[in-house]
Every structure is written in structure tokens, then in C-alpha cells.
């Protein structure tokens, strides 16, 4: 829950490993074993999900907007992210 949370800001997932009380490393992997994705492809999957909702809720948000909301640097780095992760451009 805590990795859902504040998408627009920048986490340090060592921590969230330390709010729930443990090393960094044993979170990784245990999440890693739970999800079968690390902490931080979780974190960027759950960002790329809402950018799809503001999209697709919000049509008069230009891409500079969503990544803006989200916490990416500029909306060139959100739309590469974006299509990484999606396999489309944001755009489509």
C-alpha cells in the first residue's frame, strides 16, 4: 500500500523497508517473490496505470500535465517511460 501511495512524488524504497521493519534486501526479495516484480517495477507499473486513467478521464490534460502530476522530469521522459511500459505512446 505504501509503494500505492503519493505516485507523484519521488519514494526511496529502503525507506518503506524500514517503516515496515526490515532490511531493504529482504523486502526486495519477498516482494519480489509475492509480486514477481521488484519494488520499483511495481512502483513504475502503478504510475504508468494512473498516467492511463488521467488520460483516458482527463482528455483536455496534455502529456506535460500528467507527467507533471506524476513526478516525472519532463514530459519527453514520462512518454518514453510511458511506451516502455505500456508498449504505446500515451498519445494513441
Known sequence: ALLDTE????????SIAER???????FRKRFQ??????PAQYRTRRRMEAACELL?????????Q????LGFADEFHFSR??????GITPSV
Open 7 to 14: 505516485l507523484g512524488t519521488e519514494i526511496d524504497v529502503s
Open 20 to 26: 515496515v521493519g526490515m532490511p531493504y534486501e529482504t
Open 33 to 38: 517473490k509475492q509480486t514477481g516484480q521488484s
Open 56 to 64: 483516458r478521464y482527463s482528455p483536455q490534460m496534455t502529456n506535460r
Open 66 to 69: 500528467v507527467a507533471e502530476t
Open 81 to 86: 517511460r510511458f511506451r516502455q511500459v505500456m
